[in-house]
């Protein structure tokens, strides 16, 4: 029976996510702004197979070149689609299940946070509110950006690591904190950036209350982002120093990626038509940034209520619930406030925003703290005078507000129709049938052609299908014959028959971490800008192109692995000690 009490809210959040993830019950995909994820999840499958880890290197997007994207956008996603690829299912299904496990766990991770400060009626509240709130439609049925909402779900888990850390004061839940941060991290780069300094601010708060409450304070919750940073290492320190090999700083402030062409009206965040487009200059975008009118109603609610209870210094018991309350809704307001264009000067004075490209992304945030607080408004009945009906009450409030929100905002998690073009054919690869999402033109081409800001920064990007690679080494000068290749993720090797001193390019695009060899000795290459040259004396020579891990990623993988031996290690002396 108990299990039952402690996984019941947890079912409930979950059936109830289910006018979120229908769209994935249907056949085949639809289009998104990155219609890339099948492809992703595919490359990532078959450098997996490769026995490549972690996966740092996909062989045929950037044009069939190769593409170093799993060493610069957060991979945690796409382990997952390959996790079920390598069970069995489709690339397509594969794609899909990951997508909707990313949207469940988003709930399941705010009902634990919800829970610890509110109660188990006000976390399903929460998770419900958090599941359905409109930029979480956004991210995943519009602009198809799974490496945010999969950020977005592990937000929870990180906060409750911390405030759980706080209250109890051990390592075990500083460890599940520190996982929720990785996760952050391995997920989508900038949501970190983003949620960083939130988190550290808790802390600190959270630092100062111990102090002033107990005389003596705990250094437990900064576990939670320094372990976090530990694990993740393998992946952030690689993407942060081998980002100069690549074309990604070129891209920030061009074209419709700058912040100040994509600030919100502040009308926008109340109410804004939905749409599939882009975000462009001014109020009329393709698509829609509200807040949710009931997030926006009961986060008011929630911190005018709280407010008044503390001036009136009524329940000095529950005054620190109170004041997290406060803490909520000021992030919940500052978060709102970034995207607007009364924030400019923050932006323009701290540089690294200029990363973000949209200020928009700030509704990650205020989807997370405003559906806390319409959580919270769930536990103000607590204090309803009649204390025996007030567990009555608060079930029927928070029943009443689900079924108003999934009526509401269920409406918003739809795909866009797949139109024809002007021949009267349909453009893009979607089908019900996943092999179309694996052809040549659909990865080397299709999804290649979307996003390749991560190719080398001279690199020539073919303008036309015609000019992807084939595969094929190329003669540059003189008269040598290349049979025997094999290419596969980790390895390009042929037998390379020359006649004459010859100049061969083999259609690889340089990245640090490609060794070449001349029957089996080192040689040095030549970076041109459509692969890598080599020059083959006469006679027959065995040649590789081989895939190891640059001096940077060793180390960052060492540190990962001694971060999360640490923290077992941790765990298992904090359990003795509990024991003991």
């Known amino acids: 029976m108990k299990v039952v009490k402690i996984i019941l809210p947890i079912i409930i959040v979950l059936v109830l996510s289910f006018w979120a993830i229908r769209p994935l019950l249907s056949p085949g995909l639809f289009p998104v702004h990155d219609d890339t994820q099948v492809q992703r999840v595919f490359e990532m499958t078959k450098s997996l197979n490769a026995g490549m880890f972690p996966v740092r290197w996909s062989m045929d997007l950037g044009f069939g070149f190769g593409y170093p994207i799993f060493n610069f956008y957060a991979p945690l996603a796409y382990y997952s689609g390959s996790f079920f690829n390598l069970l069995g299912f489709n690339v397509l299904i594969s794609a899909k299940l990951m997508m909707g496990l990313g949207i469940l766990l988003s709930g399941i991770f705010m009902y634990l946070l919800g829970k610890e400060l509110f109660g188990k009626a006000a976390g399903v509240v929460a998770a419900l509110f958090y599941v359905y709130a409109p930029y979480h439609a956004v991210d995943i049925y519009v602009r198809g950006d799974v490496a ?3 950020a977005y779900a592990f937000i929870p888990l990180a906060f409750y690591g911390v405030i759980k850390t706080y209250k109890e004061n051990n390592f075990k839940n500083a460890a599940i904190g520190a996982l929720g941060f990785a996760g952050i991290i391995l997920s989508h780069n900038l949501t970190a950036m983003m949620v960083s300094p939130f988190l550290l601010l808790l802390i600190l708060v959270l630092f100062l209350a111990s102090f002033k409450k107990e005389k003596k304070v705990s250094f437990n919750p900064f576990w939670v982002l320094i372990f976090g940073a530990l694990i993740s290492c393998f992946y952030w320190l690689p993407a ?4 100069k090999y690549t074309n990604v700083l070129s891209q920030i402030g061009q074209g419709g990626f700058s912040y100040w062409d994509n600030f919100v009206c502040p009308g926008q965040l109340w109410t804004s038509p939905w749409g599939f487009g882009g975000s462009v200059p001014g109020c009329n975008d393709g698509l829609s940034f509200m807040i949710g009118k009931l997030h926006i109603i009961l986060s008011f609610a929630s911190a005018v209520s709280a407010f008044i209870l503390l001036l009136i210094k009524k329940f000095r018991k529950d005054s620190e619930n109170f004041y997290i309350i406060l803490l909520l809704f000021l992030g919940f307001v500052f978060s709102a406030v970034l995207t607007l264009q009364i924030s400019k000067p923050l932006w ?3 540089r690294l925003m200029a990363f973000f490209q949209f200020p928009w992304r700030f509704l990650v945030m205020a989807s997370f703290f405003s559906s806390l607080l319409a959580g919270s408004s769930v536990w103000f009945f607590r204090f309803f005078p009649f204390k ?7 079930f029927g409030v928070a029943t009443v507000l ?9 409406k918003y998690f739809i795909t866009s129709p797949i139109l024809p073009t002007a021949s009267g054919e ?3 690869i979607y089908s019900e049938n996943s092999g179309k999402y694996t052809t040549k033109y659909a990865i080397s081409w299709f999804a290649s052609n979307l996003t390749h800001e991560y190719m080398p920064s001279d690199f020539l990007v073919p303008e036309n299908p015609s000019q992807i690679s084939n595969g094929k080494v190329i003669v540059k000068k003189g008269n040598v014959n290349i049979k025997n290749i094999t290419r596969t993720p980790v390895k390009y090797a042929f037998t390379a028959e020359s006649k004459n001193l010859s100049s061969i390019v083999i259609p690889v695009a340089y990245f640090p971490f490609w060794s070449a060899y001349i029957d089996g000795n080192i040689y040095k290459l030549s970076v041109l800008d459509n692969g890598v040259g080599i020059k083959v004396s006469p006679g027959i020579h065995q040649i590789q192109l081989k895939y190891s891990q640059t001096p940077v990623e060793l180390l960052s993988d060492l540190i990962s692995v001694a ?3 640490a923290l077992i290690a941790g765990i298992i002396l904090s359990a003795r000690k509990r024991y003991e």
């Open 426 to 428: 349909y453009s893009g």
């Open 563 to 565: 971060g999360i031996a």
């Open 148 to 150: 945010e909402f999969w």
């Open 240 to 243: 942060l120093s081998e980002m």
């Open 348 to 350: 323009d004075s701290i």
């Open 388 to 394: 025996k009906y007030a567990s009555y009450l608060d």
């Open 402 to 410: 689900l079924a108003f929100l999934i009526f509401v905002s269920s």
